[in-house]
């Protein structure tokens, strides 16, 4: 059971935690200190915004914010990929980081946990079963397993004192970035905080999240487009999450592959998020490349992670329904009807903006009309949305924030849009959403 060096156990108890936040405080003060008066040194009059946006300083959050995991971590992602072009570019890079840089739990500390769930014997269970993970991730870490029958498995196993610290971290996280200055004042994370604990409790709670593995597993079925894995009941427990291992390549990794390969990859990725959205009304919410894998020698998407799966209301679905179908006509005043119904945009910053907002219509009006497959490589029209959004930012008295649920469902639609440009794929999105068009969306999924 050897370790690699990026082995960090896992602060448990509540006081632990809370010192290691008064820790990261202290530590950003201190730079703020050593900043000011080497400016001071050099002849400059330093900003105390400029102080505490130091690459020094955000390093140092990012780094206990990895080694804390959990909601810690968790909003720092969130935060991250949803505060989007508002945040510092200082910020936003540092955030980014905290999807892919996460601490393991050292061998130690992983058998104490594993001793818990599953008795002192846990080790016969396996033919082998190999300690270092294949994944460590804010809420639990996965491991490969081979069983006696020849089975491969992936274990999830979560991280200690996870479950419990999950409000006390949210709230901490939030007043760290506040007091630190790395979170603009101007932007407002309060009415998402209790959502973010809500949804955090549940990723927590595997037992649910085997639940939806099911349930998205029987939803794909014999889809050849798609794999998702199949979970072991036997091995699973409200803290570990066993399921059948399956191989594939980081999606990322078509970035290199030829541009049909690419695009095969995207339009699955695009049709996937119109069913959960139209056709079953259940939706894995989290967008982070990490939860999808290509199989370069089968075309096939792997689906991982379940945490954040989640039933859609159907007025959710259908304000997106009559939101989409108006952009396909090119009716921009319907377009701009639909998207206050569906509160997308606040009826004040309609009234009160309605030039920029009309121009932000006619920009992506215009992208959606054009003809043959959806150029997602071209991203021109994206800084002149960002320059009219920001008209309507700097207007605090007309701010908005869209339904919970619609913010869950526009995280995984940006997420995947942002996955494609990535890939700088072209799909056929037009005749995708289309289809969809007079179809009826049942209430429910099976």
């Not at 089975?151 to 006390?168: C, F, H, M, N, W």
């Not at 949804?199 to 014999?222: F, P």
């Not at 095969?264 to 490349?289: C, I, K, S, Y």
């Not at 945009?345 to 992208?367: F, N, P, T, Y």
Request: aromatic share 6%.
């Amino acid at each position: 059971m050897a370790d690699d060096g990026r082995g960090r156990a896992m602060p448990s108890g509540r006081i632990a935690r809370f010192g290691r936040f008064g820790r990261i405080a202290g530590g950003v003060a201190g730079g703020v200190l050593a900043e000011g008066a080497r400016r001071l040194a050099a002849g400059e009059r330093p900003r105390m915004g400029d102080l505490l946006l130091t690459p020094a300083n955000a390093a140092r959050v990012t780094d206990q914010l990895a080694h804390l995991r959990g909601a810690a971590m968790k909003l720092g992602q969130m935060i991250s990929m949803d505060a989007g072009d508002l945040l510092p570019p200082e910020l936003t890079a540092i955030l980014a980081r905290l999807r892919d840089d996460a601490h393991h739990m050292p061998p130690r500390q992983l058998d104490q946990v594993l001793t818990k769930e599953w008795g002192r014997d846990w080790r016969r269970r396996f033919r082998h079963f190999q300690a270092h993970p294949i994944a460590a991730a804010s809420i639990g870490q996965v491991h490969r397993a081979d069983m006696p029958d020849g089975r491969t498995l992936a274990i999830k196993v979560q991280y200690p004192g996870v479950a419990e610290s999950i409000d006390a971290d949210v709230d901490n996280v939030a007043t760290l970035l506040r007091v630190s200055g790395l979170l603009p004042r101007e932007i407002d994370v309060a009415p998402l905080l209790a959502e973010a604990k809500r949804q955090l409790h549940e990723e927590a709670d595997y037992t649910r999240e085997r639940g939806m593995l099911e349930r998205y597993h029987a939803l794909i079925g014999e889809d050849p487009a798609y794999v998702v894995p199949v979970a072991d009941p036997e091995l699973s427990t409200g803290r570990v999450l066993a399921m059948s291992y399956v191989a594939g390549d980081r999606i990322e990794t078509l970035e290199a592959s030829p541009q049909a390969e690419r695009d095969r990859a995207a339009a699955a990725l695009v049709a996937l998020v119109l069913r959960e959205l139209f056709a079953w009304g259940t939706m894995q919410t989290d967008p982070n490349f990490a939860n999808y894998r290509w199989q370069a020698d089968t075309g096939r998407l792997v689906l991982l992670d379940f945490g954040a799966t989640r039933e859609i209301l159907p007025a959710t679905r259908e304000g997106y329904h009559r939101l989409l179908m108006a952009g396909l006509d090119g009716n921009r005043d319907a377009v701009r009807e639909a998207a206050v119904a569906a509160g997308f945009l606040g009826a004040a910053a309609v009234a009160g903006h309605r030039a920029a907002v009309d121009r932000m219509l006619d920009v992506i009006l215009s992208e959606l009309g054009r003809a043959g497959p959806f150029d997602f490589g071209d991203r021109a029209f994206v800084g002149v949305i960002r320059e009219e959004a920001m008209v309507l930012a700097q207007d605090r008295a007309t701010w908005h924030v869209p339904p919970i649920d619609t913010l869950f469902v526009q995280r995984k639609v940006s997420g995947t849009a942002l996955l494609c440009a990535r890939l700088k794929a072209r799909v056929e999105v037009r005749a995708m959403v289309e289809a969809y068009r007079n179809r009826p969306m049942p209430a429910l999924s099976p």
